[in-house]
């Protein structure tokens, strides 16, 4: 994934730019606002990493005079500030996603991969399908080799977000945005006891395991 | 250079002088009642002239009819002979009759200007005049009755002046045989005139000056000095001494208004003021010692040991990473809170479902507590439809999560059976009811509780009770929902649930 990096903390890029590479990813960096908004304009990139507070040209004008001129890379706002308010402001001016500062690289990375891969055709597919297991979107029905399995509305709404990020670490502060739509930093293992109720239902009765945990990031779905 | 600087200093204190408020305030009043003054005096004299004219006129014309009776009645020698008469007596008007080659028959006026008499009419502008010597004076218009002549020395001094000259009206009436007959009023002496309106003006401004004066003292000197006690005690809270108050003089005036509004400013910014240095404390208290862990568990993984595995460094980084998570924690809690209660985020509240909070926060948590063997049970108040309110959806959300999270560390309670099997006991319930016009969104316990002494010291950022101590926790928890709860214009109600502890944010339906 090409990335853009628009950060003037030098040892804060300098870091990123680095972890982004050996993620396998080509990072470019710019350094002020009016460099990245000139870079972005460019074009040519999969996502935006966009500070908020920025010399020259702050972060969210970047984003709305990009998509002011009809550019929808996507774009991930990185901010110091991190609560509700600025988080809608931050979505408001045309962000895609919105992680508070000081935040964990892994957090970061599987934002950055979320983002990247929204653009592929399949984030409008009627059906995922990961190995054998199937989940219709229309039927809301899940299937893993062929075998009906019953979920709560919360467990298909988890698994349907997991799929269709599937081979992508996903978050356990993604998955509480994502399927419950609440921003805060819950501090018992909540998410944790929903995905092994939805992992024993997946992947209990079946040889390979679908639902995999990734150690010090969260989850993934991967055949 | 000294007259210079002497100047300079003049000139200063005179600047400063202007600067004041109360001698600018003295000055204009000055002016603006000297105009008027000025004015009023002019007018007065004007009227009082307009009258004493209008009055000069009625005598002389009865005199003249009368004296036309006569001299109809008695021919020349008649009216001579009236006119001597009256010129002799106390308070005479003027009186003079000359033939046409100027011969002058009878009168008490030695002297007059001869255009006077060229023509038959009223002579209202007064003329200058001398009397025969010997004849009694015309009694001055202006003359006060009765006055002493010691009071009013000028006047006299003026009267006695017999060289200056006098003026008067009169009326020049040509009789039948060629006579010519004036009869005139003394107006007094024009410079007397002159200096009575002069007095009165120096007069007028003189006690002008000294009301000035003395409203400048009581205005500059007196209700200045409050002001100025006022912005002194502002300097020495600007110093610092937050704890000083403005002078109240308990009369209910503006400045004992003025300054009893400030002191309740200064009150509010004193509590204030006295919250962020305690936050600055457990702050410092708070946020140092996990900091002091975290420094301490990297530290002891660097001295060099015998046989210490990349694992064991692996491990001790992890940790140092989620005491780092802890404190970043700790604080974004503390400024959410603070952020809720500075309001900043009141402009966001909309209508939200509380419903819909309740159970989806319910449902998001229900797992992780049956999961811990503790019961978990959601309820809201039946036969009530609608459960919409002003608010803001996350931060309602992430109160009633603090609330269960804080059941679910503290509330627990456990029994340890025969064989040593522990059971988890707690029953946590998350209850939704309406009382009146609030909505109660209640989180019950079957936990110790909270002493009732306890009860509002734990709403205080970073209050941990003794008993919480050993549990993971930050002391903020409660503090935020508390916040929340402002920010809604409700509060948090805490209650012994018997046994237990029933948490509540109270809110406004509407």
Redesign the interface.
């Known amino acids: 994934m090409r990335i853009l990096l628009i950060e003037d903390d030098r040892e804060a890029a300098d870091y990123l730019k680095k972890a982004l590479k050996e993620s396998g990813h080509v990072c470019e960096h710019a350094a002020d606002g009016a460099e990245g908004d000139t870079l972005a304009k460019a074009g040519g990139y999969d996502v935006l990493v966009v500070d908020r507070m920025l010399p020259k040209l702050d972060g969210l004008s970047i984003i709305s005079n990009l998509r002011a001129s009809g550019d929808q890379t996507p774009a991930l706002v990185l901010s110091a500030l991190?609560?509700?308010?600025d988080r809608?402001k931050g979505l408001r001016a045309g962000g895609d996603d919105y992680l508070?500062k000081?935040y964990?690289f892994t957090e970061l990375l599987a934002r950055v991969e979320t983002l990247g891969r929204r653009r592929q055709p399949e984030e409008g597919a009627m059906s995922y399908e990961v190995g054998d297991l199937k989940l219709d979107r229309l039927s809301h029905e899940v299937t893993r080799a062929g075998q009906k399995l019953l979920l709560q509305p919360?467990e298909y709404r988890l698994l349907e977000y997991l799929m269709k990020n599937a081979g992508q670490v996903v978050t356990r502060t993604m998955l509480?945005e994502h399927v419950?739509?609440?921003?805060?930093?819950?501090?018992?293992?909540?998410i944790d006891?929903?995905i092994s109720?939805l992992r024993s239902k997946i992947d209990k009765d079946f040889e390979t395991p679908v639902l995999h945990t990734v150690r010090?990031a969260g989850y993934m779905i991967k055949a | 250079m000294i007259v210079d600087g002497e100047n300079r200093g003049f000139r200063q204190r005179l600047r400063m002088l202007m600067r004041m408020t109360a001698f600018r305030l003295t000055l204009i009043f000055f002016f603006v009642f000297l105009v008027f003054s000025v004015a009023l005096v002019t007018v007065s004299l004007f009227t009082v002239t307009t009258v004493l004219h209008r009055e000069a006129r009625s005598v002389i014309n009865e005199e003249l009819v009368v004296l036309r009776r006569t001299f109809k009645r008695g021919g020349v020698r008649g009216l001579v002979r009236a006119v001597d008469q009256r010129s002799r007596a106390p308070g005479a008007s003027l009186y003079l009759v000359v033939d046409q080659q100027g011969r002058v028959f009878a009168g008490n006026v030695q002297r007059l200007p001869t255009k006077v008499l060229e023509r038959d009419r009223w002579i209202h502008k007064p003329f200058k005049y001398e009397l025969l010597a010997g004849m009694p004076r015309a009694r001055p218009p202006l003359r006060r009755n009765g006055s002493n002549p010691s009071d009013r020395p000028e006047f006299d001094r003026e009267e006695l002046d017999q060289s200056s000259p006098r003026a008067a009206i009169a009326r020049v009436v040509f009789l039948e045989n060629g006579l010519t007959l004036l009869v005139g009023r003394d107006f007094g002496q024009p410079s007397r005139f002159r200096s009575i309106v002069l007095g009165t003006l120096i007069f007028t401004v003189l006690s002008l000056a000294v009301i000035a004066l003395v409203s400048w003292y009581f205005l500059g000197r007196r209700a200045l000095r409050r002001i100025e006690k006022v912005s002194k005690a502002s300097q020495r809270i600007v110093a610092g001494d937050l704890a000083q108050r403005l002078p109240e003089t308990g009369t209910g005036d503006e400045f004992d208004r003025l300054s009893s509004a400030l002191n309740s400013m200064l009150e509010k910014i004193e509590n204030l003021d006295g919250g962020i240095k305690d936050m600055a404390d457990s702050v410092a208290h708070d946020l140092k010692t996990p900091l002091t862990r975290l420094r301490n568990r990297a530290e002891a993984a660097l001295v060099p040991k015998e046989g210490l595995t990349s694992e064991a460094y692996r491990e001790a980084l992890e940790d140092t990473i989620s005491q780092s998570d802890q404190l970043i924690r700790i604080f974004n809690a503390l400024l959410m809170i603070s952020r809720v209660e500075a309001g900043s985020q009141a402009g966001s509240l909309e209508p939200v479902d509380m419903k819909m909070i309740v159970e989806d926060i319910g449902e998001l948590y229900e797992a992780v507590t049956e999961e811990s063997g503790a019961t978990f049970d959601v309820s809201i108040q039946p036969n009530v439809s609608d459960w919409t309110m002003n608010g803001n959806r996350e931060l309602l959300g992430q109160a009633v999560s603090n609330l269960i999270e804080n059941a679910l560390k503290y509330g627990g309670k456990s029994s340890v059976d025969d064989d040593g099997n522990v059971t988890n006991l707690t029953s946590i319930s998350l209850l939704l009811r309406r009382r009146g016009a609030h909505i109660h969104l209640v989180v019950e316990d079957n936990g110790p509780g909270i002493p009732a002494e306890d009860r509002d010291r734990v709403k205080r950022r970073f209050v941990r009770l003794e008993k919480s101590r050993t549990k993971p926790g930050s002391g903020l928890g409660l503090s935020m929902v508390n916040a929340v709860s402002k920010l809604h214009g409700g509060r948090l109600v805490l209650e012994d649930n018997k046994p237990g502890l029933r948490a509540y944010m109270e809110l406004p339906s509407s």
């Open positions: 991190g609560e509700v308010d809608v508070p000081p964990a919360r509480l419950w739509d609440y921003h805060f930093d819950p501090m018992t293992n909540v006891v929903h109720r010090g």
